[in-house]
């Protein structure tokens, strides 16, 4: 009986999980630095396929570690610590999981545009200290607010549709714009964010849109304007808006993702302006089962000669 390929498992899984991807693969599981490099470099000769996620990434020199590497996977959307052009060189394929965990995160990025708009931790506060509504100032509504997407990809989109039902105009920006999109297209950040009352960051993360949300795209948004980020904490700079939320530029922002990560934005925690979750907009349950049967979508694919479901690049 033939064996399974040798897979090296860079990221944290459930027992269920790796069960359920031991039934098909060799698996080297690896999910901390100290593992990972031992791993790599004992049994790297091994490795025909990594499972990794976006900001645990994959180096050219750990490829150079793998003379039998063919394959390497995101678990997620994300694959910007993926050194893909070192892959590509190599002959290695590269495949994501593109949209197993579009619903969850626009769901979350829902919540937090609604919890920051709708000041919900403020009111949560109040009604804990015994306060009633005659003393609490307004919130705005969601409904009618023109929303901007950076980045209309397969998550901006299932944002756009949520947005729909709330009867939000959208815009949106990309490096170029969509064909078939009814959607304004902005040829600029800042233009986009002098439009839209919210701007939502759904963007992948890289150099290429390291701080593209900076203090003047802040100062675009305005004093009734929100930021919601649930991409990469890069795409923010932290102290640009930290300063935006502390002097009124803008009026709030929601963030599931930040610089910092995994230690808490220490900028941002005195501020009662800013609703924060620690980077979970795509897990639940529901996704993350998602993202392993893609993976295995596209590594059954890969080494059955059928190719993978989403390659990248």
């Known amino acids: 009986m033939p064996s399974h390929p040798v897979l090296l498992v860079l990221h944290t899984l459930s027992p269920e999980h790796l069960a359920q991807i031991g039934a098909h693969y060799d698996v080297i ?14 049994q790297g000769g091994r490795v025909q396929a990594v499972l990794t996620i976006g900001t645990v990434g994959l180096t050219a020199a750990e ?11 995101a678990l997620g959307v994300g694959y910007e610590n993926i050194d893909v052009a070192a892959a590509h060189a190599r002959g290695v394929v590269v495949a994501n999981g593109a949209g197993t965990n579009a619903a969850c995160v626009a769901d979350h990025a829902f919540g937090l545009l609604i919890g920051v708009v709708r000041e919900l931790r403020r009111l949560d506060q109040a009604v804990r200290a015994g306060g009633w509504r005659d003393g609490i100032a307004m919130p705005p509504n969601v409904s009618g607010k023109r929303l901007g997407i950076f980045g209309l990809g397969t998550i901006g989109h299932a944002i756009a549709r949520r947005a729909a039902g709330f009867d939000m105009p959208i815009g949106y920006h990309n490096r170029h714009p969509q064909p078939g999109v009814a959607h304004p297209y902005f040829d600029s950040l800042i233009g986009l964010a002098t439009w839209c009352d919210i701007l939502v960051c759904a963007t992948p993360g890289g150099a290429a849109t390291r701080h593209a949300v900076n203090a003047a795209v802040l100062q675009a948004l305005g004093p009734r304007g929100y930021v919601v980020n649930i991409s990469r904490g890069s795409v923010v700079d932290t102290a640009a808006l930290a300063q935006a939320l502390r002097s009124g530029t803008i009026a709030g922002a929601g963030l599931d993702v930040y ?24 897990w639940s349950p529901e996704a993350v089962q998602n993202t392993v049967d893609h993976f295995l979508l596209n590594a059954d694919g890969f080494f059955a000669g059928r190719g993978v479901a989403s390659p990248v690049g």
């Open 63 to 73: 490829m150079d570690a793998m003379p039998q590497l063919k394959l390497a996977c």
């Open 29 to 42: 599981y690896a999910p901390t630095p100290a593992e990972r490099a031992e791993a790599v470099r004992t």
């Open 259 to 282: 610089e910092s990560e995994p230690k808490p934005p220490t900028e941002l925690i005195g501020l009662d302006n800013v609703l924060l979750s620690p980077h979970l907009a795509g």
